[in-house]
T-cell receptor, first 115, second 115 residues
Framework: AQKVTQAQTEISVVEKEDVTLDCVYETRDTTYYLFWYKQPPSGELVFLIRRNSFDEQNEISGRYSWNFQKSTSSFNFTITASQVVDSAVYFC????????????FGTGTRLTVIP | DAGITQSPRHKVTETGTPVTLRCHQTENHRYMYWYRQDPGHGLRLIHY???????DKGEVSDGYSVSRSKTEDFLLTLESATSSQTSVYFC??????????????FGPGTRLTVL
C-alpha cells in the first residue's frame, strides 16, 4: 500500500527566509507519480507539481523548487524567499498504479510566514 | 479552472438523515473522485468513478455510496449520516488527455456538519 509521511506538522518562518517541506513516501510500485498541492486559508486545493518515478531531475518554478530522490524515497519542496502569500497547508501525495491513479495524501504541513 | 463545482458548499444536518453531495464537471472527464479531509489524516479517498455507472471503493468507503448516471455528475450519498462523517468533502477530476492525464484537480469542497 502507498504511504506518505509529512513529519513536519507546522512550520513558521519569517518573511524572506527559505523553507523546506519534507515528504517521504513508501511504495512497492515501480511506476508512480508524486504530487504537491497547496491549500491556502480559503480552502481550495491547488495543484503545484507532478513528478513521475522515472524523472529524478529537480524542478524549479520561480521561488519554488522540488528535490526528488528515489534513493531516500523523498520528494521535498523548498520555497525560497518566502512571502506571506505562501502561508498555507501543503500536501504531498503519491499515486497508485491502478488505472484510476488514486492518490494517497500525507497529513500536510501548515506553513506560516510571518511578516 | 478545471470546471468543477460542488453543491451544497455548506450543510448542517442531523444524525440519521440522508445526505447527498453533488459534484458537477463541465469538460467530460472520465475519472471522478470523492475524498474527505479531516485533521490529522490529510485527504482520504472515499469512492471513485471511471465512467458512467462505473464506480469503485476507496480507502474509507464504509457508510457512503455513489452514483454516476451522467458523465458530468458524480453524487456522494450518506444513507444515514453520523457525527463521524462531519468533514470537508472534495471532489476531483482527472483529465484523460495528455499531458495532465495523471493529475487530479479538485473542486472547492463541501463542509458537512452532522449534529
Amino acid at each position: 500500500a502507498q504511504k506518505v509521511t509529512q513529519a513536519q506538522t507546522e512550520i513558521s518562518v519569517v518573511e524572506k527566509e527559505d523553507v523546506t517541506l519534507d515528504c517521504v513516501y513508501e511504495t512497492r510500485d515501480t511506476t508512480y507519480y508524486l504530487f504537491w498541492y497547496k491549500q491556502p486559508p480559503s480552502g481550495e486545493l491547488v495543484f503545484l507539481i507532478r513528478r513521475n518515478s522515472f524523472d529524478e531531475q529537480n524542478e524549479i518554478s520561480g521561488r519554488y523548487s522540488w528535490n526528488f530522490q528515489k534513493s531516500t524515497s523523498s520528494f521535498n519542496f523548498t520555497i525560497t524567499a518566502s512571502q506571506v502569500v505562501d502561508s498555507a497547508v501543503y500536501f504531498c501525495a503519491l499515486s497508485d498504479q491502478t488505472g484510476a491513479n488514486n492518490l494517497f495524501f500525507g497529513t500536510g504541513t501548515r506553513l506560516t510566514v510571518i511578516p | 479552472d478545471a470546471g468543477i463545482t460542488q453543491s451544497p458548499r455548506h450543510k448542517v444536518t442531523e444524525t440519521g438523515t440522508p445526505v447527498t453531495l453533488r459534484c458537477h464537471q463541465t469538460e467530460n472527464h472520465r475519472y471522478m473522485y470523492w475524498y474527505r479531509q479531516d485533521p490529522g489524516h490529510g485527504l482520504r479517498l472515499i469512492h471513485y468513478s471511471y465512467g458512467v455507472k462505473d464506480t469503485d471503493k476507496g480507502e474509507v468507503s464504509d457508510g457512503y455510496s455513489v452514483s454516476r448516471s451522467k458523465t458530468e455528475d458524480f453524487l456522494l450519498t450518506l444513507e444515514s449520516a453520523t457525527s463521524s462523517q462531519t468533514s470537508v468533502y472534495f471532489c476531483a477530476i482527472r483529465p484523460g488527455l495528455a499531458p495532465a492525464t495523471d493529475t487530479q484537480y479538485f473542486g472547492p469542497g463541501t463542509r458537512l456538519t452532522v449534529l
